[in-house]
């Protein structure tokens, strides 16, 4: 069913697949490059010491929503396209579907549901969320 289901949402899912999953040729060349000059062990031991980015300094203090907000903020690492999570809107038709499975949200972190785009503004707005 889930061949089924990706050929079914193959079009949204080429045109979603660019935002989520941008090509990064450029760090493609550099770690050729690298593993040419230095030798794939080299490479790799280089790599491990990349350290994480640091997640962004939270703000001491402000409102009880602010600290609400904070608990919703994820630690998790991010994909190639910088997006932590996605929040999917889907017609009433297909709400049944496990449209999560789709390979083009492999590489996200948190996927989740909402019901629509309106009531999802209204609960960040309730968190006083700033884009």
């Known amino acids: 069913m889930l061949k089924e ?22 760090q493609e060349e550099e770690v050729a490059e690298v593993a040419v000059g230095k030798g794939a062990a080299a490479a790799k031991k280089e790599d491990a010491k990349k350290a994480p980015p640091k997640p962004p300094a ?5 409102t009880t929503a602010q600290a609400e907000l904070a608990a919703y903020e994820s630690n998790l690492p991010t ?31 948190v996927i989740s549901r909402d019901l629509n785009l309106h009531l999802h503004m209204n609960r960040l707005k309730t968190l006083e969320h700033k884009a």
């Open 5 to 26: 289901m990706e050929a079914f949402f193959k079009p949204i899912s080429d045109a979603i697949d660019p935002l989520l999953n941008p090509q990064q040729e450029e």
């Open 58 to 62: 939270k703000a001491k203090g402000g």
């Open 79 to 109: 994909s190639s396209s910088g997006i932590e999570s996605v929040v999917i809107c889907c017609d009433h038709r297909f709400e049944t579907l496990p449209i999560e499975s789709l390979e083009v949200f492999s590489k996200v972190s």
